[in-house]
C-alpha cells in the first residue's frame, strides 16, 4: 500500500474506516491485484479508446501485458477500504474499485486521461465514485499534472461526479477550472 497519508478517514454507520490507495505500477509480479489489473485490461469496453489501442498487445503473456501498458503511459489506482478496528473485516482485500488514465505529453504539459472509473457492485450509491474522483484530483494536483480529461462525457456515472465537481459539490483544497464542453478540469499552480 501507499503511504498511510495516501489514505483517506471515512466515518459509516458508526464504523471508522480508511480508504487507502495504491498505485498500480507499484505492483510487482505475482502480486493478486495485478492479475486483477491485467484481468480488467484484458476486457476493455467494447469499441472503446482503450480497446483500441490495446489490441496488439491483448495477446501478450501477462507481464509482458502489464509492462506494455505501463510503457504506453497507462497507469491507475486501486481503492482500498479497511476497518480502523483491528478486529473488524469489511470485504478487507478486496478493492472497492479504480480509476485508470493514460499519461499525455502536449506541448511540454502532461496530462492524464481517464478511461476507466470503476466502483465495484458492493459499495455502488454510496458514494464511493466521488471519494474515489476526488482523492485521484488531490494525488495528480500533488504531481503537478495540468489537466485531466475525465472521459469523454459517454458515461452517466462520470457525467454525474463531473457535475458534482463543476457545481463544488465535491470540494477540493487547491482551485480548478472545469470544462464541461470537453469534460477536463485543469489546475491553477502559483509560482513560489
Known amino acids: 500500500m501507499l503511504p498511510v497519508a495516501s489514505c483517506t478517514i471515512l466515518k459509516r454507520k458508526g464504523v471508522v474506516m480508511t480508504l487507502c490507495i495504491q498505485l498500480i505500477s507499484d505492483l510487482p509480479k505475482g502480486n493478486i491485484w495485478r492479475g486483477y489489473v491485467i484481468q480488467l485490461a484484458r476486457d476493455p469496453d467494447l469499441d472503446s479508446e482503450f480497446d483500441t489501442c490495446t489490441s496488439d498487445i491483448r495477446h501478450l503473456p501477462d507481464d509482458e501485458f502489464f509492462d506494455q501498458l505501463m510503457h504506453r503511459g497507462y497507469n491507475g489506482i486501486l481503492f482500498f477500504l479497511h476497518h480502523t478496528e483491528p478486529q473488524k473485516k469489511l470485504d478487507e482485500g ?88 470537453r469534460y477536463t478540469i485543469s489546475f491553477s499552480y502559483i509560482a513560489p
Do not use: S
Open 94 to 181: 478486496m478493492p472497492i474499485g479504480g480509476i485508470f488514465w493514460q499519461e499525455h505529453r502536449y506541448n511540454n504539459t502532461t496530462v492524464w486521461r481517464v478511461f476507466r472509473l470503476l466502483v465495484n457492485d458492493n459499495f455502488r450509491n454510496q458514494g464511493y465514485g466521488c471519494k474515489q474522483v476526488a482523492i485521484f484530483l488531490r494525488y495528480a494536483h500533488e504531481r503537478a499534472i495540468k489537466t485531466i480529461f475525465l472521459g469523454n462525457g459517454g458515461d452517466q456515472i462520470v457525467r454525474h461526479i463531473f457535475e458534482k465537481i463543476h457545481t463544488g459539490e465535491i470540494t477540493l483544497p487547491f482551485p480548478i477550472r472545469c470544462d464541461p464542453q
